[in-house]
């Protein structure tokens, strides 16, 4: 494939995040994860901090919320919770990004939001919990104490949030291209093999 754009949904502690940025610069193409989160902050004109609480929350029902909150005084806009803005934000971020050309994008159900796009390549990167603690340990600045709860806090949200955005499953193997377990492959060879994949990926079709 020539111009692929990769996208990276990965469990906590899998990382899915480091694999992905390996990937483009193996490709030399751009790689975006947090920087989709700064771009969306300089749309919305809301600082990142108070935006970071936002992302990957469940979306809110707009009719719903219109309804609950409604008041003459303020408008549509106002009546929508922030989590919702911060997807639909992020969502015309990540299409626009993809018609740039080649890159990485990962999470914020990239796949789902391209699934119209030929040179899609959808990953899901995923490991054992064992490994994915003795990761998370290593590599992320929490107290050992708190890692168990946490993968699983962070883990459930970023399930619910893609389900309910997409109406699938986010462990569906049928919504990837490509599932792969960095706990027994190793981050490099993960990489490394998307990479491969990628290379001998049958183009698009053209009509």
């Given at each position: 494939m020539k111009h692929p754009i990769?996208?990276?949904?990965?469990?906590?502690?899998?990382?899915?995040?480091?694999?992905?940025?390996?990937?483009?610069?193996?490709?030399?193409?751009?790689?975006?994860?947090?920087?989709?989160?700064?771009?969306?902050?300089?749309?919305?004109?809301?600082?990142?901090?108070?935006?970071?609480?936002?992302?990957?929350?469940?979306?809110?029902?707009?009719?719903?919320?219109?309804?609950?909150?409604?008041?003459?005084?303020?408008?549509?806009?106002?009546?929508i919770p922030v989590s919702d803005k911060l997807y639909i934000t992020e969502t015309q971020i990540i299409k626009e990004l993809a018609a740039e050309g080649s890159c990485v994008i990962v999470g914020r159900c990239a796949n789902w939001i391209l699934r119209d796009n030929p040179c899609r390549f959808s990953t899901f990167i995923y490991a054992r919990r064992d490994y994915r603690l003795q990761y998370a340990q290593t590599h992320y600045d929490v107290p050992a104490k708190d890692i168990d709860s946490l993968l699983s806090r962070i883990d459930s949200r970023r399930e619910k949030f893609y389900n309910i955005n997409t109406g699938g499953n986010w462990h569906d193997k049928g919504n990837y291209v490509m599932c792969l377990n960095s706990g027994m492959l190793g981050i490099d060879a993960a990489a490394s093999v998307i990479v491969k994949s990628v290379e001998h990926y049958p183009e698009p079709e053209t009509t």
């Open positions: 990769i996208t990276i949904e990965r469990e906590y502690g899998s990382g899915g995040s480091v694999i992905g940025k390996l990937v483009a610069e193996q490709l030399n193409i751009p790689f975006y994860n947090h920087e989709i989160l700064e771009m969306a902050s300089e749309r919305m004109n809301i600082p990142v901090p108070k935006l970071e609480g936002a992302e990957e929350s469940s979306p809110k029902s707009f009719l719903y919320t219109l309804l609950l909150n409604s008041n003459p005084a303020r408008t549509m806009e106002d009546n």
